[in-house]
């Protein structure tokens, strides 16, 4: 009988099986480096007068302190702009150029534009009249 199984079959091996599958997890949590710290920036290129946008996260508390369940939260509507097109097409065939510009905080509603999801980030891929205004 191998040294596991401490004399009851099948219960030490269910024991070394955990035991083995929980050593694995924390060495690969140890050993494979943070989603968010060694993501290589995406390349979106949106066409038009399109722009992505990466929305902020929800509030946690109220002002009063009140922790929020995530049922409760709101759609934040600000964001960050990630990706701008190269601007509307006018009649004459020239480039209308976009007011926002890629790295601006903007505010806009909270249901504007098409949610889009690349490599497990979540984007808005929005017009720039969906926009209502730049923030500072």
């Known amino acids: 009988m191998p040294f596991w199984h401490a004399g009851l079959p099948g219960i030490g091996d269910q024991i070394v099986l955990f035991q083995a599958v929980e050593w694995i997890a924390k060495v690969r949590r ?7 710290k060694s993501k290589a920036k995406i390349k ?12 902020e996260e929800s509030q946690e508390k109220t002002a009063g302190g009140i922790l929020l369940p995530d049922s409760a939260k709101d759609r934040p509507t600000r964001g960050k702009v990630v990706a701008v097109g190269d ?6 065939g020239s480039r209308i150029a976009l007011q926002v510009k890629e790295g601006d905080r903007v505010l806009f509603t909270s249901y504007a534009g098409e949610q889009i999801e690349v490599d497990g980030e979540e984007y808005l891929l929005m017009g720039e009249s969906e926009v209502l205004a730049v923030i500072g």
Do not use: E, I
């Not at 140890?30 to 968010?36: C, G, L, T």
């Open 30 to 36: 140890n050993q494979m480096p943070s989603a968010n």
């Open 44 to 55: 979106l290129q949106p066409l038009g007068d399109r722009l992505v946008v990466q929305r």
């Open 87 to 92: 601007g509307r097409l006018a009649n004459n």
